[in-house]
């Protein structure tokens, strides 16, 4: 209990900007995706960056991966494990030394090569897993221990990605992390956010709102994962395209259950369900590729899953996660539902892109649209990440 209690003391001591890991990562995570589209388009289009800082398809997809995802996940999941655990966050200087570690991933993926570079790099993941799973276990939190898990799945596929043979498998493994992941903790959040502010506009939805992780709930997700594990080791097989087809269909409706018609007057709860149904468009997206490739581009499902399902739904949680945890209102103002609108029309764009041999003005559009959306984060959220809690709230 003292050492909780010292805990406590040391995170209110440090300065606002290192006493929650979201406030950290989601600022940095949301500058970096901001920068990495435009950067990236730029190349696409024969613009040079010079030889260290160019980013290439691989660099592309690895930062995407790796710096903007991996920091979003550390953000949500250092917040979300005290309030599983009853432990007290990780914060201060345990929180400055994991984020100088993901920083330092970033300078020496654009600046450097070798053994020595790679080790930077892949050590950020590796530290947020055992970190992960230290607070789960000490917590004796047994029900999250698979979260730490995929944490953990999520470290390796990365370091299987400085393996140039195996990196196609290694990225593919890491958007099945992702997509299991939402399905997991979105699948928890998702009706429990909508429960309670259904209850609290006394909406009669909710009633028949279906109960956390039921029957069909673990089954779906069962589907899922066999598919995705389909996906990363028999990529090309018809059987691996009906089983992503299947999943799909089974994950939206699943989200179908979760009364998502209800709650178009709150952004901060519809946001949450748009964000999920990009998963069960994803899937069946990626399997229609499978099976039809020469009507349906591989790319299409790929950016459905990165711009679409992890671009929107990541910015459902970072916006709600920052309101919540910095003791604003949950809601959303104009700022935050224009946040959601660019994401998604960006994410559209993108997927329409690749349906048209990548059309330049609609790559051009989604990117800047998408892009826009984690600015527009960075302006409008900023100065609650980088301030103290408002008095009244503590």
Same mark, same amino acid.
């Given at each position: 209990?003292?050492?909780?209690? !010292?805990?406590?003391?040391? +995170?209110?001591?440090? *300065? *606002?900007?290192?006493?929650n890991a979201?406030?950290?990562?989601?600022?940095?995570?949301?500058?970096?995706? %901001? @920068?990495?589209v435009?950067?990236?388009?730029? $190349?696409?289009? /024969? /613009?040079?960056l010079?030889?260290r800082?160019?980013?290439?398809? =691989?660099?592309?997809?690895? $930062?995407?991966?790796?710096?903007y995802? =991996?920091?979003?996940?550390c953000g949500f999941?250092?917040?979300a494990?005290?309030n599983?655990?009853?432990?007290?966050?990780?914060?201060?200087?345990?929180?400055?030394?994991?984020?100088?570690?993901?920083?330092a991933?970033?300078?020496?993926?654009?600046?450097a090569d070798?053994? &020595?570079?790679?080790i930077? !790099?892949? @050590?950020? #993941?590796?530290?947020?897993?055992?970190? %992960?799973?230290? $607070?789960?276990?000490a917590?004796?939190?047994? +029900?999250?221990?698979?979260?730490?898990?995929?944490?953990?799945l999520?470290a390796?596929?990365?370091?299987l990605?400085?393996?140039? @043979?195996?990196?196609?498998? %290694?990225i593919?493994g890491?958007?099945?992390?992702?997509?299991l992941?939402?399905?997991?903790?979105?699948?928890?959040?998702?009706?429990?956010?909508?429960?309670n502010?259904?209850?609290?506009?006394?909406?009669?939805?909710?009633?028949?709102? *279906?109960? *956390?992780?039921?029957a069909?709930?673990?089954?779906?997700i069962a589907? #899922?994962?066999?598919?995705?594990l389909?996906?990363i080791?028999?990529?090309?097989?018809?059987?691996?395209?009906?089983?992503?087809?299947?999943?799909?269909?089974?994950?939206?409706?699943?989200?179908? +259950?979760?009364?998502?018609?209800?709650?178009?007057? $709150?952004?901060?709860?519809?946001?949450?369900? @748009?964000?999920?149904?990009?998963?069960?468009?994803?899937?069946?997206?990626?399997?229609?590729?499978?099976?039809?490739?020469?009507?349906?581009?591989?790319?299409?499902?790929?950016?459905a899953?990165?711009?679409?399902?992890?671009?929107?739904?990541?910015?459902?949680?970072?916006?709600?996660a920052?309101?919540?945890?910095?003791?604003?209102?949950?809601?959303?103002n104009?700022?935050?539902?224009? &946040?959601?609108?660019? %994401?998604?029309l960006?994410?559209?764009?993108?997927?329409?892109?690749?349906?048209? !041999?990548n059309?330049?003005?609609?790559?051009?559009?989604?990117?800047?649209l998408?892009?826009?959306a984690?600015? #527009?984060f960075?302006?409008g959220?900023?100065?609650?990440?980088?301030g103290?809690q408002?008095?009244a709230? +503590?």
């Amino acid at each position: 209990m003292d050492r909780v209690a !010292d805990r406590g003391a040391l +995170r209110r001591a440090a *300065p *606002p900007f290192l006493q929650n890991a979201f406030r950290p990562f989601f600022l940095a995570g949301a500058l970096w995706a %901001a @920068a990495l589209v435009p950067l990236w388009v730029w $190349e696409y289009a /024969g /613009g040079g960056l010079g030889a260290r800082a160019s980013l290439g398809l =691989a660099g592309h997809a690895h $930062e995407m991966l790796y710096g903007y995802l =991996a920091a979003i996940i550390c953000g949500f999941s250092l917040t979300a494990i005290p309030n599983w655990t009853g432990r007290a966050p990780v914060a201060g200087k345990g929180l400055a030394a994991l984020f100088a570690l993901w920083l330092a991933g970033r300078i020496v993926m654009v600046s450097a090569d070798g053994l &020595i570079a790679t080790i930077i !790099d892949v @050590a950020f #993941l590796f530290a947020l897993a055992a970190v %992960a799973l230290r $607070e789960v276990l000490a917590g004796k939190n047994w +029900r999250n221990v698979p979260v730490a898990g995929l944490l953990t799945l999520f470290a390796l596929s990365h370091l299987l990605f400085h393996f140039p @043979a195996a990196y196609l498998a %290694a990225i593919r493994g890491t958007f099945a992390v992702a997509a299991l992941l939402i399905a997991v903790i979105g699948g928890r959040i998702v009706p429990s956010f909508t429960r309670n502010w259904l209850a609290s506009i006394n909406s009669p939805h909710t009633a028949t709102m *279906p109960g *956390p992780m039921k029957a069909y709930d673990k089954a779906s997700i069962a589907l #899922l994962a066999l598919a995705l594990l389909c996906w990363i080791a028999i990529p090309f097989q018809p059987v691996t395209g009906m089983l992503l087809l299947l999943a799909g269909l089974t994950q939206t409706v699943r989200l179908a +259950r979760w009364k998502g018609f209800a709650t178009l007057s $709150e952004p901060l709860v519809w946001s949450l369900h @748009a964000g999920y149904a990009w998963l069960g468009s994803a899937a069946a997206l990626i399997g229609a590729g499978i099976l039809w490739p020469a009507a349906m581009p591989a790319s299409a499902g790929l950016h459905a899953m990165a711009a679409g399902l992890i671009g929107s739904m990541t910015l459902a949680v970072m916006t709600r996660a920052s309101l919540g945890h910095t003791g604003r209102p949950r809601t959303a103002n104009r700022v935050t539902t224009l &946040i959601y609108a660019l %994401a998604h029309l960006g994410a559209i764009l993108r997927v329409c892109a690749a349906l048209r !041999d990548n059309d330049p003005a609609l790559l051009m559009a989604g990117a800047t649209l998408w892009s826009g959306a984690f600015l #527009l984060f960075c302006i409008g959220y900023a100065p609650m990440l980088l301030g103290a809690q408002p008095a009244a709230s +503590r």
